[in-house]
């Protein structure tokens, strides 16, 4: 099973390094869960974060990674 991390911004989390480093280090805890592919995208301004670590399956394909980004770029989702 795939493993899935995120947070919305605290005032720990107020620079783009430290924001970055946050959910690096939250999917790092989570090789074990997905050892296939790692992701990360973040919002700083908008203060959200999200992190999935990938175990394949089924859909082995580059295209199967997350989170996902929407082809506008307005919806961002990761799910397992």
Same mark, same amino acid.
């Given at each position: 099973?795939?493993?899935i991390?995120? #947070?919305?911004?605290?005032?720990?989390?107020?620079?783009?390094?430290? #924001?970055? &480093? +946050?959910? $690096?280090?939250m &999917?790092?805890?989570? *090789?074990?869960?997905?050892? $296939? &592919? $790692?992701?990360?995208?973040? $919002?700083?301004?908008?203060?959200i974060a #999200?992190?999935?670590?990938r175990? +394949?399956?089924?859909? *082995?394909?580059?295209?199967?990674?997350?989170?996902?980004?929407?082809a +506008?770029?307005?919806?961002?989702?990761?799910?397992?």
């Amino acid at each position: 099973m795939c493993g899935i991390s995120g #947070f919305l911004k605290s005032n720990a989390v107020n620079t783009e390094e430290s #924001f970055k &480093n +946050s959910i $690096d280090k939250m &999917n790092a805890t989570l *090789v074990h869960r997905g050892p $296939d &592919n $790692d992701g990360c995208w973040y $919002d700083m301004e908008a203060g959200i974060a #999200f992190g999935h670590r990938r175990l +394949s399956i089924i859909d *082995v394909s580059p295209e199967g990674n997350e989170p996902m980004i929407s082809a +506008s770029g307005r919806y961002i989702i990761t799910y397992n």
